[in-house]
């Protein structure tokens, strides 16, 4: 159903090409803990799950993992406790309660309840540039138009005021956007037309 390809690109194949490893990695920032999002942040070793990146402190915020912990009948698909448990049972998993400013240096936390309960968007700024890594708030450049959503969206209002204020910002600052579901594009710009946006140029990173 989800076309997984166990020889395909993985996170830390990913990183080898950049000559870094799991140990070179301390921070994970978790946007949610549906499947699609938090699957590669633990691994099997012999018949035990244990964190992917043994160094890490990973972050999630509290509302997210009580959600995740007692699903609702609409949600309980996508999150698995195979997948953050590990993470709780090696104490690894730091738990945040609302928007950071600077938890790292240049590195910026929002919270999006519209798609579910406490997903946290993640923006890096650094040298006058930003990018907004907007989590399932955007899944892809088409659902950059404020009235375009997911039917995985638990609150569909919410979530198109949530988009019109972060959108807001990024078109504003003329900051890249980061889509983790796009099949044609990485990241794009985008533009305010009235009160709808609209993607003004697409990149592959
Ligand atoms: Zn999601």
Redesign the pocket.
């Known amino acids: 159903m989800f076309n997984i390809n166990p020889n395909g690109p993985t996170l830390v194949k990913s990183l080898n090409e950049h000559g870094l490893g799991p140990d070179d990695i301390h921070e994970v920032i978790l946007t949610?803990l549906?499947f699609?999002?938090v699957g590669g942040g633990v691994r099997a070793e012999g018949s035990r799950l244990v964190p992917t990146f043994p160094k890490a402190r990973y972050s999630i915020q509290r509302a997210n993992l009580t959600t995740a912990s007692h699903p609702n009948l609409r949600e309980r698909s996508?999150y698995f406790a195979s997948n953050f448990q590990p993470l709780i049972d090696h104490q690894v998993l730091h738990i945040l309660e609302g928007p950071q400013t600077n938890y790292l240096p240049g590195v910026s936390l929002f919270i999006s309840n519209g798609?579910?309960e406490g997903?946290q968007l993640v923006k890096i700024s650094d040298n006058g540039l930003s990018l907004l890594y907007a989590?399932?708030l955007v899944p892809t450049s088409t659902h950059v138009r404020t009235a375009w959503l997911m039917g995985?969206d638990l609150n569909p209002v919410l979530l198109m005021e949530e988009k019109q204020k972060y959108l807001s910002m990024v078109a504003e600052e003329k900051g890249y956007l980061f889509f983790e579901h796009d099949p044609y594009c990485d990241a794009a710009l985008i533009e305010k037309i009235g009160s709808d946006f609209q993607v003004s140029q697409r990149f592959w990173l």
């Open positions: 949610h549906h699609d999002h996508s798609h579910t997903q989590g399932d995985y």
